[in-house]
């Protein structure tokens, strides 16, 4: 059974490499699948809606793009994730010039994106 997967990404910035992401949890042969519930608007209780969906997830996949810096909800998602104590991973969207959520532990790893290392990540190689 594919894993479900909690996605959290830089609205403003990433949603094309978000798209892609998704797309591949769509082969035949994902170990991961995806739902999809990115909000464009913030509302008022997004945070516990987060919490939700995370609790939800058995894996959060944080996907690093250029300006992980301002980009505050990926650091409140994975904040979320370490607090619940749901496994992630960091995964570079570009390949060069990707940066660290600013919740990030320091011995967490920045991936290269690659399908084979996709598969290998999600199944607990970390």
Known sequence: MAQR???????????????????????????????????KEPSSDWKARARRQIRASGLVIVLCGRNMRTAVGVAVELKIAQEEGIPYFL????????????????????????????KALVGGAR
């Not at 997967?5 to 992401?21: C, E, T």
């Open 91 to 118: 995964l570079a969207a570009y390949t060069s010039g990707s940066t660290r959520p600013t919740t990030a532990m320091p011995g967490d790893k920045l991936y290269e994106w690659t399908w084979p290392n996709l």
């Open 5 to 39: 997967a909690f996605i959290s990404f830089d609205y403003d910035n990433d949603a094309r490499q978000k798209d892609l992401l998704i797309g591949q949890s769509k082969n035949p042969d994902s170990p991961f699948v995806i739902h999809d519930w990115s909000l």
